[in-house]
């Protein structure tokens, strides 16, 4: 069983930048595939970005070149940094974790909201 926690949510202008944090419980941290994931009002939630247990990341077409995804096996963390951030991007971001080879998400986090507005 693999627990996340995520932080570093909050309130921030258009055009500022936010770092979120996914904290991961257990020892098989670097063979997962991590995953950060948004949810909007009204909307379905949509993935983000991921980055695989080698490094490789993949990002939505609307987050490239504003978001970078990270990891930290020491720290069994995962993090995704926003910058040019845009009040579209308002959503609760939320974690999510599976084993490689896996197609499904097997975990997932409590969500941390961030809302982009003036």
């Known amino acids: 069983q693999v627990q996340l926690v995520e932080s570093g949510g909050g309130l921030v202008q258009p055009g500022g930048s936010l770092t979120l944090s996914c904290a991961a419980s257990g020892s098989l941290f670097s063979t997962y595939t991590m995953g950060w994931f948004r949810q909007a009002p009204g909307k379905q939630r949509e993935l983000v970005a991921t980055?695989?247990?080698?490094?490789?990341?993949t990002y939505a077409e609307s987050v490239k070149g504003r978001f970078t995804i990270s990891r930290d096996n020491a720290r069994n963390t995962v993090y995704l940094r926003m910058n040019s951030l845009k009040p579209e991007d308002t959503a609760v971001y939320y974690c999510?974790?599976?084993?490689?080879?896996?197609?499904?998400?097997?975990?997932w986090g409590q969500g941390t909201q961030v809302t982009v507005s003036s």
């Open positions: 980055i695989t247990s080698g490094g490789t990341t």
């Open positions: 999510g974790a599976r084993r490689t080879g896996l197609h499904s998400w097997e975990y």
